[in-house]
Structure formats: C-alpha cells, structure tokens
C-alpha cells in the first residue's frame, strides 16, 4: 500500500521559513517524481514545486521561485521543500503528490496523494 505523508508544517510569522517533508513508503521511492500543491482557504489547489525521480530537474511555480528550494533524498525515501520569505497569502493546506519519473506540474497527472500538512503564515 503507498503512503506518503507530508510534515513539517505550522505556525510562522511573515518573512519566517518552514521545511516540509515528504516520506514514501509502500513504493520504489527512487523511480517516482514528487510534486508539491496548495490550498489555501476557499481556492482552488495550486502546484508549488516539483522534481523528478533523480532530483535533477525541478519547476517551480512563479509565485514561489527564489523563495522556495525542492529537493529530495533517495536513501530516506523523503522529499523536501524549503520555503524561505514567506507570505500570508501562503497561508494553506501543503500536499505531496507521487507520480512515475518524470516531474509534472498538473494534479491530473500525479497517481498517489499525501493528506496535507497545514501551514499558517501569521502578518
């Protein structure tokens, strides 16, 4: 059975920094790409990250580039994503998805889902 199950989230003020973790089980975690999505409150969810199954290549959505930093460890089966400088508006539900090899920025395309890790960006 896969699992993934995201951590790392909480309470930062603005401008703080927090890093989330992905840890897979239940899957060759080495042959996968990992993406991470959003959502905040009353929105749609939105892609924030990704990165394919070597680590690689990654893509980034706009609104997070320079600030945030994907990455992953293939011995500890986990992916991470540093976020740095961060907003209000951030302010959401942060969920990894799991998808064969190659990095993608559509949920359609990602096969396996984590239940979210909250994160709550206090003004």
């Known amino acids: 059975q896969v699992q993934l199950v995201e951590s790392g989230g909480g309470l930062v003020q603005a401008g703080g920094s927090l890093r989330l973790s992905c840890s897979a089980s239940?899957?060759?975690?080495?042959?996968?790409?990992v993406g991470w999505f959003r959502q905040a409150p009353g929105k749609e969810r939105e892609f924030v990250a990704t990165?394919?199954?070597?680590?690689?290549?990654?893509y980034y959505a706009d609104s997070v580039k320079g600030r945030f930093t994907i990455s992953r460890d293939n011995v500890q089966n986990t992916v991470y994503v540093q976020m740095n400088s961060l907003k209000p508006e951030e302010t959401a539900l942060y969920y990894c998805?799991?998808?064969?090899?190659?990095?993608?920025?559509?949920?359609?395309?990602?096969?396996?889902w984590g239940q979210g890790t909250l994160v709550n960006v206090s003004s």
């Open positions: 239940g899957l060759t975690f080495s042959r996968y790409a």
């Open positions: 990165i394919n199954y070597s680590g690689y290549d990654t």
């Open positions: 998805a799991a998808r064969p090899r190659v990095a993608a920025t559509l949920q359609r395309q990602y096969t396996y």
